[in-house]
Nanobody
Framework: QVQLVESGGGLVQPGGSLRLSCAASGSIFRFYAMGWYRQTSGKQREMVARITSGGSTKYADSVQGRFTISRDNAKNTVYLQMNSLLPEDTAVYYC?????????WGQGTQVTVSS
């Protein structure tokens, strides 16, 4: 069973930056499009960025121009560089395949943007 482990979250001031990582076990990672999702309490999980196996990317309007998704297939890892963070970016961030999450969800990584 493939496992997903997210890391890199933390507390940051508005305007700051964080880089999230998602490590996936299993060699089939490279064949799937991957997405970063986020969820706040009481709200549905939303996709914020996706990257295909070939490296094409797409972003939610709310993060366009501020977030950058990338992947390293040799390391089975997908990254999310988050710049110019806003308080409304506060959430637990998860990764999974996209558009259909095929793996069990990991524990996520908490991102808190606050002064």
């Amino acid at each position: 069973q493939v496992q997903l482990v997210e890391s890199g979250g933390g507390l940051v001031q508005p305007g700051g930056s964080l880089r999230l990582s998602c490590a996936a076990s299993g060699s089939i990672f490279r064949f799937y499009a991957m997405g970063w999702y986020r969820q706040t309490s009481g709200k549905q999980r939303e996709m914020v960025a996706r990257i295909t196996s070939g490296g094409s990317t797409k972003y939610a309007d709310s993060v366009q121009g501020r977030f950058t998704i990338s992947r390293d297939n040799a390391k089975n890892t997908v990254y999310l560089q988050m710049n110019s963070l806003l308080p409304e970016d506060t959430a637990v961030y998860y990764c999974n395949t996209d558009p259909i999450p095929l793996y069990n969800w990991g524990q996520g990584t908490q991102v808190t943007v606050s002064s």
